[in-house]
């Protein structure tokens, strides 16, 4: 390998450090940002899906007098547009949340990884400088 392609450990430190994309993204968010995320965390329970549903049943007896067809337009307009609609937020939540722990997971161990290279590389830095004075000396004989 050429002296001018070797990057030395200055350089490398030099180079910006791995940052948190969890909390570079919560650091960027703006207060609408803010607001629209503590709504999805209310409407996001299995609470508000227990309230949505209650809601919905008030309607089902007005539903099972008008006959088949209310009942279907309750079932699909009323019923599983309130409830699902928190349910598969509460999954996206869960999903998300298994994501960020992922995230944060790979982060640490991109940081590890980063330390345990950068000790290597001053190890080797230390190796050539002792490289060079031995063979400054045989150079010298």
């Not at 049943?57 to 008008?66: E, N």
């Not at 309750?74 to 599983?80: P, V």
């Not at 509460?90 to 640490?108: I, P, S, T």
Request: some cysteine; glycine content about 4%.
């Amino acid at each position: 390998m050429e002296k001018e392609n070797v990057i030395s450990l200055e350089e490398l430190k030099k180079i910006e450090k791995p940052v948190n994309a969890n909390i570079r993204t919560k650091e960027d968010l703006t207060t609408l940002d803010r607001v629209a995320i503590f709504i999805t965390k209310i409407v996001g329970t299995m609470w508000c899906a227990i309230i949505f549903g209650l809601i919905a049943l008030i309607g089902l007896p007005d539903a099972i007098l008008g006959g088949r067809y209310e009942i279907i337009n309750w079932l699909t307009q009323t019923f599983l547009q309130l409830v699902l609609f928190s349910v598969i937020i509460v999954g996206q939540n869960l999903q998300n949340k298994h994501a960020q722990k992922r995230a944060d997971f790979n982060f640490d161990v991109n940081v590890k990884s980063e330390l345990e290279i950068e000790t290597i590389l001053q190890h080797l830095e230390n190796q050539n400088k002792v490289l060079s004075e031995i063979q400054k000396k045989i150079g010298d004989k």
